[in-house]
C-alpha cells in the first residue's frame, strides 16, 4: 500500500470514528430513557407499564377475586355481621388495597343498607370482611358484595404461612365461647393481628362470625385467642361428629315395579325416601348408588360422592327394564359392588363405612338357595372389612330372619317396612342411628398484614 492511500485510509477511519462517537453522545445522553412509568408499551413490557420488567402487574396476568359468600349474619335485636367471604386464587399476587361495597336488600329487593371499605388480600389468601354489628330497619333477604383491585403486587415467591392454630375448642352453653391458641413462627414480632372465627352448621352454611385481636405477638411465642356470641346459636349443626361414606343399594328388581299404579310402585315412594335420607346427611359424608336385580348395575349407577345432587340424579334415573320384570335378586352382587368402592381412592380413610340394602324380595340369583348363600358370604366379608351393614325389608315377601340375622351387622340394624309409605320414616331412623351426634364446624382465619419482610 502507497503512503499516500495509507493517508486516505487513515483519514477516513477518523472520520468514522469521530461520527461514530458523536452517534453514541447523541444516544446516551439525549435518548429518552426506557422505564415503567412512560405510558408506553416498550422494553419487554406485557402491557403499558406493567409485566416483564415492570413490578406493576398486568390484569391479563391475574385471575380477578372474587366473593365465595356474602351473608349477613343476625346477632338479635336488629343488629346483623355484614360478611363476605373472598378468595385470592393468585400465588405469587397480592393486593395492598382492596376497597368493597356491601349492598344489603329485602324480601322485595328493596335496598336496605350499604357500606364501604377497604382492606388488603396476601398471596393465595381465602380471608373474610367484617363489617359488625350493623343495624337493618328489616329482615335481609341477600346481600351482594362488589370488590375493586386498584393495583396488585408481584411476588417471587410463595408465601409461607408463619402462623398455626390449634386446640381450638367450642362451648356452646350457656353462651357459645370458643377458644384457640395461636403460634408463631414469624422471624420477627407481630402487632395487631387479627383473628375471625366463623361457625358453620355445614362447609356451605355459616352461621356466626366473630373477631378479636391480638396486639402483640412476639416470634416464637403463643398466644390465647377467644371468640363470644350474644345469644345461642338458632341452627342446628349438619355435620356428623365422624364422617361417614355410605352405600346404598337399592333393589330395582321386577317386584318393585307395580304398573297397575301411577307412578309405579313401591319404586317411587322408595325413591322418594332415599332421596329425603340423603337430605339428612352432613356434608362431610360420601354417598353412593348401587342398584340391583338379575345384577348390579356396572360401572355402578353413582359412585362415592358429597355431590349430592349427583347422587339425586342418579336415583331418579333407576329404572325397571322388561328384562329385570322377570329377573332375579342378586342381593350377594350389590354387597360386592359396595365393598369395591369402599376400597376405591373415593372412600374418606377416616369416614365410618355404612352399607343400607333396601329390597322387597328375597335372593334368588342363581336361586333362593346358592342366592342366598353368596349374599351371607358377602356380608361376612363386609363384616371383616369394618363395614357396618343395615338392612330394610320392605312389604312380605322378604325373608326377615336371613336380613335380620345374616346381612344386617347386628339385629337393631334391621327394619321393616310393611307400606312403602313407611320408608321416610325408617330411612330417618337410619340416618339417626349412623349420625347419632353432630357438631359444628370452626374455621379462624388469622389476618397479618405484614408477616413477611
Known amino acids: 500500500m502507497s503512503w499516500r492511500l495509507k493517508r486516505q485510509t487513515m483519514y477516513v477511519l477518523g472520520v468514522v470514528a469521530f461520527i461514530a462517537t458523536l452517534l453514541f453522545s447523541y444516544i446516551f445522553f439525549s435518548a429518552p430513557e426506557l422505564s415503567c412509568t412512560d405510558q408506553k408499551q416498550n422494553q419487554g413490557e406485557l402491557g403499558v407499564d406493567c409485566g416483564g420488567p415492570c413490578s406493576a402487574v398486568c390484569r391479563s396476568e391475574v385471575t380477578e377475586m372474587v366473593p365465595l359468600w356474602a351473608r349477613a349474619l343476625p346477632l338479635g335485636g336488629g343488629l346483623y355481621d355484614l360478611v363476605a367471604f373472598v378468595e385470592n386464587p393468585n400465588p405469587y399476587v397480592s393486593a395492598p388495597r382492596v376497597d368493597y361495597h356491601f349492598e344489603v336488600f329485602d324480601a322485595e329487593n328493596q335496598l336496605l343498607l350499604e357500606r364501604r371499605g377497604t382492606t388488603f388480600a396476601r398471596q393465595n389468601e381465602r380471608f373474610l370482611i367484617l363489617d359488625p354489628r350493623l343495624e337493618i330497619a328489616r329482615p335481609p ?24 392454630v390449634k386446640n381450638e375448642q367450642l362451648i356452646l352453653t350457656p353462651k357459645p365461647h370458643l377458644s384457640a391458641s395461636l403460634v408463631s413462627k414469624a422471624l420477627f414480632d407481630l402487632r395487631d393481628v387479627v383473628a375471625q372465627a366463623v361457625i358453620y352448621t355445614s362447609e356451605d352454611n ?78 362431610n359424608d360420601g354417598v353412593s348408588l348401587i342398584s340391583f336385580g338379575t345384577h348390579s348395575t356396572y360401572p355402578i349407577d353413582q359412585t362415592l360422592t358429597t355431590n349430592y345432587d349427583r347422587v339425586k340424579n342418579a336415583i331418579s334415573s333407576i329404572i325397571i327394564t322388561p328384562e329385570e320384570e322377570s329377573g332375579s335378586t342378586n342381593i350377594g352382587d350389590a354387597l360386592m359392588r359396595a365393598r369395591e368402592e369402599f376400597k376405591s381412592t373415593r372412600h374418606n380413610s377416616e369416614a365410618r363405612k355404612v352399607s343400607i340394602l333396601l329390597t322387597d324380595g328375597r335372593a334368588t340369583f342363581p336361586n333362593i338357595l346358592e342366592g342366598e348363600k353368596a349374599a351371607v358370604l358377602e356380608a361376612e366379608n363386609a363384616r371383616a372389612e369394618n363395614i357396618e351393614s343395615f338392612a330394610i325389608g320392605l312389604g312380605t315377601a322378604v325373608n326377615e330372619s336371613f336380613l335380620k340375622g345374616s346381612i344386617a351387622s347386628k ?10 309409605e313407611e320408608l321416610s320414616g325408617i330411612y330417618t331412623e337410619v340416618a339417626r342411628s349412623i349420625c347419632p351426634e353432630k357438631t359444628y364446624l370452626t374455621k379462624i382465619f388469622i389476618r397479618a398484614s405484614d408477616v413477611t419482610r
Open 411 to 420: 339385629s337393631e340394624n334391621y327394619y321393616h317396612s310393611a307400606t312403602a
Open 206 to 283: 355459616a352461621i356466626a362470625v366473630s373477631e378479636t385481636v391480638i396486639t402483640s405477638l412476639p416470634s416464637g411465642e403463643t398466644r390465647d385467642m377467644f371468640f363470644t356470641w350474644p345469644e345461642p346459636f338458632t341452627e342446628a349443626p349438619q355435620v356428623c361428629t365422624t364422617p361417614v361414606d355410605v352405600a346404598l343399594l337399592f333393589d330395582r328388581s321386577g317386584s318393585m315395579n307395580d304398573d297397575e299404579k301411577d307412578p309405579p310402585q313401591p319404586i317411587t315412594d322408595a325413591k322418594e325416601a332415599a332421596v329425603n335420607f340423603i337430605d339428612q346427611l352432613g356434608s
Open 141 to 164: 333477604r341477600q346481600v351482594f358484595v362488589e370488590l375493586s383491585i386498584p393495583e396488585w403486587k408481584r411476588h417471587k415467591e410463595r408465601e409461607q404461612s408463619s402462623l398455626t
